[in-house]
């Protein structure tokens, strides 16, 4: 799925894309593979005007993503980009995509990343450094001195020496944070938020968590992986987000499902949470200072891991793991 040489260079016009996609929620006909191909990369490679660009930013909003399209989307935004490798003979690396941050409840994203590094993984965490209202996983990094990797080198480098690495997105893939920006000037998420949630960073391919916050987006997720194996390399561990975040829920256990080789294998069942259950030992707030403080305290012991995220660990160490 490519497009000429010579048209990286030249506007593209896109009347005919927006004519399709553009008809609203009941009218709107998915492109093809091929042209979401093409339009995806015109619009990463900043070819589309931006009157077009808020149009299709909008209808797709409007219309969703085919599982076709959103393949064909993901193909363009990997191309864009060049890919983090990372030699390790134990496990295949893990990248958590962390673009919501906490609002209500503590973000947990940075222990997780930190109690997988423990245990020889390689994380990546890539998303942003900031976000109005919301506490980002780069701050608590910050409060824990883990400054974010601004470069592809630097990521690299922190993934060998620590194994664990934050990446703006903006440095990971400047192409890609440009679309995601737009959130600023339009109000509202597009097409590209999803994809980020999706982006295999890893050359060759690594384990993904992926998450999700409304259930619709399970079974086209569980679609996208299942029909497009260029989409689903290296495999992916799909379960319902918190807050948006690909870390366990402290207050109830979520199915999680091993989306791999077209299959779809469930590794934990979803239960109930129980009243009679004990409280959970979490920050005393949610800011970044007292969760980086209290994630230290994990990490040193003197804080149990609760029960979730250490399911969630055992996990992801367990499939990561590199077969001797």
């Known amino acids: 799925m490519t497009a000429p040489h010579d048209s990286a260079a030249s506007p593209l016009p896109c009347a005919r894309f927006i004519k399709e996609i553009g008809r609203g929620p009941n009218g709107a006909r998915a492109l093809s593979a091929e042209d979401t191909f093409e339009l995806y990369r015109a619009m990463l490679e900043a070819r589309v005007s931006d009157v077009e660009l808020g149009a299709i930013l909008i209808a797709y909003r409007l219309k969703g993503e085919s599982a076709d399209e959103l393949s064909a989307m993901l193909a363009a935004a990997q ?4 890919p983090v490798h990372v030699q390790d003979a134990a496990f295949r690396p893990v990248s958590i995509p962390s673009y919501n941050g906490a609002r209500k409840q503590p973000n947990l994203v940075p222990l997780l990343a930190l109690l997988l590094a423990r245990e020889g993984v390689p994380v990546l965490v890539h998303g942003v450094e900031r976000d109005p209202g919301r506490v980002t996983s780069a701050e608590i990094f910050s409060a824990l001195s883990i400054a974010p990797s601004k470069s592809h080198d630097a990521i690299e480098d922190m993934l060998a020496e620590r194994r664990v690495a934050f990446a703006p997105i903006d440095a990971l893939a400047p192409r890609i944070a440009r679309l995601l920006a737009l959130r600023g000037v339009l109000g509202v998420r597009n ?49 319902r987000g918190t807050e948006g975040e690909a870390v366990a829920d402290t207050r109830r256990q979520v199915q999680v499902d091993w989306l791999h080789d077209g299959m779809c294998d469930t590794l934990i069942e979803p239960e109930r949470s129980s009243s009679d259950a004990p409280p959970v030992a979490l920050p005393e707030s949610r800011d970044a200072a007292t969760t980086a403080a209290w994630t230290d305290a994990v990490l040193r012991g003197e804080v149990p891991v609760p029960d979730a995220l250490a399911r969630q660990v055992d996990t992801i160490v367990r499939i990561a793991r590199i077969a001797p």
């Open 79 to 82: 191309a864009s980009f060049e």
């Open 191 to 239: 097409s590209t938020h999803t994809l980020v949630k999706i982006l295999q960073p890893f050359a060759p391919a690594g384990l993904r968590l992926v998450n999700y916050t409304h259930p619709p987006y399970r079974d086209s997720l569980a679609q996208l992986f299942r029909d497009h194996p260029d989409a689903a390399r290296g495999g992916a561990l799909l379960a």
